[in-house]
C-alpha cells in the first residue's frame, strides 16, 4: 500500500493565513515533490527537492527535504483563494522506478 | 509542459464492457505511468512503463492491461469494467530526474 503519510487531510483557512502541511514514511527517499491539483485537472509539479535539508521556494511556497530523509514540508505563505486545491506530495526512493504519493491535503479559504 | 494528451476525457460505459483509455505525449520521454485517483485514496499507481515494450505493475493493477508498443503511446485497457474502476485516470511521464508531469485526465464512469 501506499508510503507516505500526508496531513493534514484538510484545512480550512482565512485569506492571507500561512498554511503548513507535511509528509511522512517510514522509508528513506532521494527525490520528494510537491503537487498541485486544481478542480477538473490534473496535478501540477510545484516544488522538487533532491538533497537532505534542501529548502526550495517558488513564489509564496516554501519546501524542505527533511534531513533524516522520511519526511518532507511545504508551506504557503499569506494564503489567497486561488491557493485553493489539493496538494499533493510525492516521493522518489533510490533505485525505484515508481514515485509514490500520498492521499492529498484539501486547502480550504474561507473569505 | 510534458506534452501529455489523453482520451477521452470523459467516458461513460457498461459493466463488462471493454474501455481503452490513451495517453500520448509528444516528446519521447522513456518512463510513462498511469495512477487512479478515488476520494480517500489520493493517487494509486496502477502500471508505469520504464520503455517501450517493457512495463510493470503498479500498487493496484487488477483488471488493468497496458501495452508500450511506441515510446510515445501508453494505453490503459480495463478488459471488463466493474463499477469499482469508475475513477479519475492519469497519465504521467517523468520529464526530468524524478519529477513527472501529469495528463489532464480522463473521468470514467461505469453503470
Known amino acids: 500500500g501506499q508510503q507516505l503519510n500526508q496531513s493534514p487531510q484538510s484545512m480550512f483557512i482565512q485569506e492571507g493565513e500561512d498554511v503548513s502541511m507535511n509528509c511522512t514514511s517510514s522509508s528513506i527517499f532521494n527525490t520528494w515533490l510537491w503537487y498541485k491539483q486544481d478542480p477538473g485537472e490534473g496535478p501540477v509539479l510545484l516544488i522538487a527537492l533532491y538533497k537532505a535539508g534542501e529548502l526550495t521556494s517558488n513564489g509564496r511556497l516554501t519546501a524542505q527535504f527533511g534531513i533524516t530523509r522520511k519526511d518532507s514540508f511545504l508551506n504557503i505563505s499569506a494564503s489567497i483563494p486561488s491557493d485553493v486545491g489539493i496538494y499533493f506530495c510525492?516521493?522518489?526512493?533510490?533505485?525505484?522506478?515508481?514515485?509514490?504519493f500520498g492521499k492529498g491535503t484539501r486547502l480550504h479559504i474561507l473569505p | 509542459d510534458a506534452g501529455i494528451t489523453q482520451s477521452p476525457r470523459y467516458k461513460i460505459t457498461e459493466t463488462g464492457r471493454q474501455v481503452t483509455l490513451m495517453c500520448h505525449q509528444t516528446?519521447?520521454?522513456?518512463?510513462m505511468f498511469w495512477y487512479r485517483q478515488d476520494l480517500g485514496h489520493g493517487l494509486r499507481l496502477i502500471y508505469y512503463?520504464?520503455?517501450?515494450?517493457?512495463?510493470d505493475k503498479g500498487e493496484v493493477p487488477d483488471g488493468y492491461v497496458v501495452s508500450r508498443s511506441k515510446t510515445e503511446n501508453f494505453p490503459l485497457t480495463l478488459e471488463s469494467a466493474t463499477r469499482s474502476q469508475t475513477s479519475v485516470y492519469f497519465c504521467?511521464?517523468?520529464?526530468?530526474?524524478?519529477?513527472?508531469?501529469f495528463g489532464e485526465g480522463s473521468w470514467l464512469t461505469v453503470v
Open positions: 512503463s520504464a520503455a517501450a515494450d517493457i512495463t
Open positions: 516528446w519521447s520521454h522513456s518512463y
Open positions: 504521467a511521464a517523468r520529464v526530468t530526474g524524478n519529477t513527472i508531469y
Open positions: 510525492a516521493g522518489h526512493k533510490d533505485r525505484d522506478d515508481k514515485i509514490i
